[in-house]
């Protein structure tokens, strides 16, 4: 049985060892606090990452869409359209077995973007343009995007076979999506892409089309070798 006076002594000690803890973990917190801690934040493309305090990195759900969002979502809609208008050419005109294979690739990754495009409108209640049935072709309605073709570049696309057929579709394509690079410019310079989702997707059509562009500019020059 224990006496009462080691009762006694035995609380005093939990008691100590509790405010010892209390005192240890609230100093940890203030050094951590004192000492800070930097993050670095990837820049819009094109631009340089910053380097923020860890209090001053914004939430991945503060920022909101905006009309100017909603405006590039419409329009690279019609933009990628036209793109898998131009992919739809390929069969029965090219003279290689590169373009086939690389225009397969842009008409899969295109036309997943516009699947994701239109539900991320829909998601909002925004108006999702028409891009004709099938796989979104859009036939001409409407202001053109940056990079797109004219009806006239795309007859001279469409009358091409062959080796001619190839260039045309390159240098077209390479012009496309340049575009699409504007496209994106545009959008930060008009104070959108903070929404995270958007930003997530604006990010990722941006790297995907620079990387496209120096895949086709390298097709290019082995025709000219």
């Known amino acids: 049985m224990i006496s009462t006076t080691s009762s006694r002594q035995l609380l005093a000690l939990v008691l100590a060892a509790a405010a010892i803890s209390a005192c240890t973990a609230e100093t940890a917190g203030k050094a951590a606090e004192k000492a800070g801690v930097n993050v670095v934040q990837p820049g819009a493309p094109g631009q340089d990452s910053k380097v923020l305090p860890a209090d001053e990195v914004p939430k991945a759900d503060d920022g909101e869409y905006t009309d100017a969002?909603?405006?590039?979502?419409?329009?690279?809609?019609?933009?990628?359209?036209?793109?898998?208008?131009?992919?739809?050419?390929?069969?029965?005109?090219?003279g290689s077995e590169d373009l086939p294979r690389f225009a397969r690739r842009i008409e899969i990754s295109q036309q997943d973007e516009i699947d994701q495009m239109v539900r991320w409108l829909r998601d909002r209640l925004q108006q999702v343009p028409s891009v004709g049935s099938g796989a979104g072709h859009d036939h001409g309605g409407g202001a053109l995007m940056p990079g797109m073709l004219s009806e006239e570049q795309f007859a001279e696309l469409e009358q091409a076979k062959g080796a001619r057929f190839d260039r045309l579709?390159?240098?077209?394509?390479?012009?496309?999506?340049?575009?699409?690079?504007?496209?994106?410019?545009?959008?930060?310079?008009?104070?959108g892409g903070e929404e995270a989702e958007i930003n997530k997707f604006v990010t990722h059509v941006d790297a995907d089309q620079r990387i496209e562009?120096?895949?086709?500019?390298?097709?290019?020059?082995?025709?000219?070798?």
């Open 213 to 225: 562009i120096d895949r086709m500019r390298g097709l290019l020059a082995r025709m000219d070798g």
């Open 169 to 191: 579709f390159y240098e077209y394509m390479i012009q496309h999506h340049l575009g699409a690079l504007t496209m994106v410019e545009g959008l930060f310079g008009d104070g």
């Open 69 to 94: 969002d909603v405006r590039f979502m419409q329009g690279m809609i019609r933009h990628h359209s036209q793109a898998l208008r131009m992919t739809g050419l390929v069969a029965g005109r090219s």
